[in-house]
């Protein structure tokens, strides 16, 4: 069964703690994606990585760390330094990081309390 | 500036009954545009995809409409059921160079269906 998974579904933090956000894909996709949505807003890019052990910076990456040691993980840390972390976190992958379609895991919703 | 805006920002319909979105792009050059449903908690799922030469593409009761020299497209919902009610987001593919493509994300429109 393919697919794209996030964990966990919710997640608290206490202001000054690091978080990590897990995303797992069984689909063999090299490009690999962190998004963040806001109510009222569309989605925005915080990182991407088109193949193992490279990755990109997104729109807003600041306060946000990632890592791409294996294909099918790409866990997203938020970190201390970012200032307003509550959000819906998406990972999403795709086949070849350009124009193909790009696959939603079920997102994280963090919450900063 | 948002390059994609989408209207309404929400709407409420009976069910059985036909609704249309809107999308207004800026982006270009332009690859592609996707409309992805998204229920309450969960990630977006693709329904269409058209590129420049399509302009017109149905999945089941979805039928979406590109007009590419207006930077215009609609998703139209036919006979629609309360599992239509999610939300519903553009997003259009720009290309920036060779190979190397961004998304743009529009805020999206939340419909509602009602008994």
């Known amino acids: 069964d393919g697919g794209i998974t996030q964990s966990p579904k919710y997640l608290f933090r206490k202001e000054g703690q690091n978080v990590t956000l897990s995303c797992e894909q069984n689909?063999?996709?090299?490009?690999m994606y962190w998004y963040r949505q806001d109510p009222g807003q569309g989605l925005r890019l915080i990182y991407y990585?088109?193949?193992?052990?490279?990755?990109q910076k997104g729109d807003i990456a600041e306060g946000y760390s990632v890592s791409r040691e294996k294909k099918e993980s790409f866990p997203l840390t938020v970190t201390s330094a970012q200032k307003n972390p509550t959000a819906f976190y998406l990972c999403?992958?795709?086949?070849?990081?350009?124009?193909?379609?790009?696959?939603f895991g079920p997102g994280t919703r963090l919450t900063v309390l | 500036k948002n390059q994609v805006e989408q209207s309404p920002q929400s709407l409420i319909i009976l069910e059985g009954k036909n609704c249309t979105l809107q999308?207004?792009?800026?982006?270009?050059?332009?690859?592609?545009l996707r409309w992805y449903k998204q229920d309450t908690g969960r990630g977006p799922v693709s329904l269409t995809i058209?590129?420049?030469?399509?302009n017109t593409k149905s999945n089941g009761r979805y039928t979406a409409t590109l007009d590419a020299d207006t930077k215009q497209s609609s998703l139209h919902i036919t006979a629609s059921q309360l599992s239509d009610s999610a939300s519903y987001i553009c997003?259009?593919?720009?290309?920036?160079?060779?190979?190397?493509?961004?998304?743009?994300f529009g805020a999206g429109t939340t419909v509602t269906v009602r008994a």
């Open positions: 689909l063999n996709h090299d490009a």
């Open positions: 999308c207004n792009y800026t982006v270009s050059p332009f690859s592609n």
């Open positions: 997003v259009v593919t720009g290309v920036l160079r060779s190979n190397d493509y961004k998304l743009s």
């Open positions: 058209m590129t420049f030469s399509e």
């Open positions: 990585s088109q193949i193992v052990n490279d990755f």
């Open positions: 999403a992958s795709s086949l070849d990081g350009g124009r193909g379609e790009q696959f």
